[in-house]
């Protein structure tokens, strides 16, 4: 049966500078170009050949992948960018500092707003307005919930992705920690009470193997 990697991009400057992104496109750190290029290294020596990339509309992603193709040497595989794989958007928690927001607030409301499945952090007065995005008929929401990005990104997973492991072809998913915290709840089968305790961290794969169900075998995280 295929293999499924997935990772969350490098190191990003609000990673770096502890600060709420989503769908801002703030670019890698120099520890994050590391990071991907440390990544693409352990996925080569999976020696997986991959039908497909799958990533975000965000810099930070895209560049992640385009640095681990080239450290396996697949250059070659079709990417395919989509909005539905961008990080959650955090709202009007956006550009904030973690530390001042969680000393104004506290630090349980913090983790409900970061890490509870339904929860929606508190929304922009307007949502932004980007070319990328309204040439193609998307609206950016003034904030999302894990829930929300549960609910974009799934038909993703049904449409373009399972079907392809389902045929045999390896696939590698590059994307951001809220995004494929939504995938793992969903492969991994945990609660939305338990969702809160998971983590994914910058540029570490994880590696999934299926049966002929798309059932998980095994999960392994490349260290």
Do not use: C
Request: no cysteine; charged share 25%.
């Amino acid at each position: 049966m295929a293999k499924l990697v997935v990772m969350r991009h490098g190191q990003s400057e609000a990673n770096r500078d502890n600060v709420f992104t989503g769908w801002s496109d703030v670019p890698l750190t120099e520890l994050g170009y590391e990071q991907a290029h440390e990544a693409g290294k352990k996925i080569a020596k999976l020696s997986i050949p991959f039908a497909d990339v799958h990533t975000s509309f965000l810099k930070r992603a895209i560049v992640t992948a385009n640095i681990i193709l080239d450290e396996i040497d697949q250059n070659y595989v079709p990417i395919h960018k989509t909005w539905r794989l961008n990080e959650r958007h955090y709202g009007a928690l956006r550009g904030r500092n973690k530390d001042e927001v969680k000393a104004e607030v506290g630090e349980q409301q913090l983790k409900i707003w970061r890490r509870s499945f339904d929860v929606v952090p508190p929304k922009l007065t307007k949502a932004d307005e980007e070319p990328r995005y309204s040439k193609i008929g998307v609206q950016v929401p003034r904030a999302e919930s894990l829930e929300m990005i549960w609910n974009r990104s799934l038909p993703y997973w049904v449409d373009q992705v399972a079907p392809k492991l389902l045929a045999g072809k390896n696939q590698l998913i590059v994307a951001h920690g809220s995004t494929l915290r939504g995938l793992i709840k969903y492969l991994d089968h945990i609660s939305d009470e338990n969702i809160t305790n998971v983590e994914v961290p910058n540029g570490l794969p994880i590696i999934y193997d299926f049966d002929d169900k798309l059932h998980v075998i095994s999960k392994e995280i490349s260290k």
